[in-house]
């Protein structure tokens, strides 16, 4: 069985659309509420590597803990980054999805889910 974590926000609707499709593929996954506990340390470190020339991908630009941060986001180390997205999970791009422990999805698209799972 493939091993998929899947990082949700209730408040969501992104998040709801890509839970339902994943329902409805019958794929088996671990929900974790983004907010109560953000994405492990090395899971956004992952996703930092996965997208090297657009630090912004990993975060939530649009939500109002984003806005009100008021920061470059490319001025920040690795670290720093990760720091502050642990700091708070509304800051983290959702659905964070993680698959087989080694690849991270941002977001919700059905063409890449479909790529990935089936």
Do not use: H
Request: aromatic letters at 14%; one cysteine or more; proline letters at 3%.
């Amino acid at each position: 069985m493939k091993k998929i974590i899947f990082y949700s926000y209730l408040k969501c609707s992104t998040c709801r659309k890509a839970e339902k499709w994943l329902k409805s593929k019958d794929l088996e996954f671990q929900l974790i509420d983004i907010v109560k506990e953000p994405p492990l340390f090395n899971f956004l470190n992952l996703a930092l590597k996965e997208y090297p020339y657009n630090k912004k991908k990993i975060f939530n630009t649009r939500g109002k803990a984003f806005k009100t941060l008021n920061l470059d986001i490319n001025v920040l180390s690795r670290e720093e980054i990760i720091q502050l997205l642990l700091s708070d999970g509304k800051l983290i791009k959702r659905p964070f999805l993680i698959y087989e422990g080694k690849k991270v999805i941002l977001g919700f698209n059905e063409i890449q889910y479909a790529k990935q799972f089936i």
